[in-house]
Each structure stands twice: as structure tokens, then as C-alpha cells.
């Protein structure tokens, strides 16, 4: 008798520990929906976790310039802090989208080609040598409260949806170079740094560029000014400023960027007079008043590949992602890696 009470109690208990066994209670119907219909407004870790099985074969090396540390890092969720740090998440999402293809085409090059730039890892943090990066932390504390979790969401979104997407020519991962406006034209990479280009990289107009704060820039130095810092690096220099010829520009690149300028007895590239006055781009008229020299310029960076704004004013033409991209790299094609 006993023995028939015990088995109906572990009878009973195990009935009852049946759901508990086999229902999280945790987990609602509910929310593992909204997980499989609308990735974008996951949180963080259901993202890691979706990318897990990415991570041992899809990571990169990444070296924080700031502490010289070297990270590995997946390649997609690296993509989400290169895109937040180099365009501006209130961009068109096919712009974003453009951008995100153009920094992962940017890294798969970089792997390839670094030469050991960065010893053992594959690229930096840097935009002033490879491309900008930031921790999604950093990254929600710089963004006004309210708009964090929506920018972050739709950066992560357009990373993932373009997810292993590079462009490649002749079946190789392009070098994609990128800047921030192109006054309207961009630059064949000859005219900025030398060497034999790249039968992609060509000069092509962009609508709408005029339209966005990086457009028009100034600058304005006194005479004495001027002087000084081209003699920093050189110290033969003599302008003779009561000559109104002192100052001229000689000759225009293809694109309309000065390819040479005369400043008294020497003559400076383009790209140099940027480099020594700070100037926003090589695009720069130069007017002299009676006691200063202006340079007014047009366009922000190098001018070489994908205009950041010239995408943004694109796809708000109506042009997809696909379209930005063979718009700036010419007879490209859309690959997956
Ligand atoms: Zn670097």
C-alpha cells in the first residue's frame, strides 16, 4: 500500500513538472516573434548570439589607435561601428546601406592587401589612415538620448540586410575609397596620391551635393600668415604681395580641382596647398585682399570613390543602394563574399 501512495505522488509531481520542464517561462510566444519578424529592434545580445556562428570564421583584427590594443572582432559587428562613425545615421538607409558595403568591400581589401601596415592586425581605428570605428557604448552616448536605439537599430539593420555583400572588379574586392562630399564631381586617385589608379575610380557628377553643409567651406589667413606656413616646408619661399600675380592658380585636374597653384617663386600641387592650409579639398578658388588671402572651397576630402553625400542626395532621388555604388565605382559588380 505504501509503495502504491509513493508512486502516485511521483506520479503527480511529474505531471505538474511537465511544463515547467518544457515551457520557458521566460520566453512568451510573443517576444520570439517580434525576435523572428523585426531583427532591427533587437537588443544587443540576440544580435551577438544570431551572429555567433559567423564569429570563428568571420572575424577581423582590428587595432585601437588610441591604446595599441589589437581586438579580434566579428566582421559584421565591426561594420556597425564603422558606419555609425563615418556617416550620419540620419542619412537615407539605401545611402546607409551603400556605405556599409563600401566599408566591408573597404576591410575585405585592407586584409588583403595591408602588407603587415598595422603588424598583426588587419586594420585601425583610425579615419585618418584606414576607417573610422566606434564602440556601440561611445557611439549611444554621443547620440541625443531620445534617438539612440533608433539610429543604432537602423545601422545594425542596414549591416545586416547587406549582410556579406562587397564589390568587387574583375572578381576582386574593390579599393573603396570613400569622402565626405564631392563638390559635385569626384577625383581620379592619380591626381591625389600618385601611382597608375584604378580603371573604377573615375570622374563622375553627383546632383545635389550643393545641399549639405560640407559643401561650401572658407578659409582666410593673413598674408604674413600665408608666408609663414608654406615656409614650414619650404624655406625658399618669397611672395612678393604687391605683385597681384604673386598668388594664382597654373592649372585645374580633370575635375576642376586645382592641380597646381604658384605662390611667389614656387609652385604647390592642389592636394599640397589642402594639406598646408587646411583646407576641406583641392576644389579652392584664391582671392586677395588688401591685407589677407581667402581660399573659398567647395567639396569635403579627397574626392576619390563614393561621395557620403552624394549618396544621401541619391537615394533620396530614389536610387537603391545597388545603384549609389556602380553610380561612384564605374562597371563594378555586387558580390557575395
Ligand atoms: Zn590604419
Redesign the pocket.
Known sequence: MKRIIFYMIAFTLFIFAIPIIFVNPFKTEETASVEVEEPEIQTQEPIVEANYNYREYNTIKL?HTATGEIEEVNLEEYLYGVVSAEMPANFHEEALKAQVVVARTYTMYKIIHSGG??GEAH??D?SL??QAWISKENRMNRWDANEAEANWNKIVNCVNSTAGKIITYNGEPINAFFHANSGGTTEMPINVWGGSGYPYLQVVQTAGEEGYSQYNSEVELTKQEVLEKIKEKYSEIEIDFADENAIQIVEYTDSGRVRTAKFGNINLSGVEVRSIFGLRSANFTIEQTETTIKFTVKGYGHGVGMSQTGADSLAKQGKTWEEIIKHFYVGVEIKEY
Open positions: 587595432l601596415k598595422h586594420i585601425c583610425s589612415c584606414c
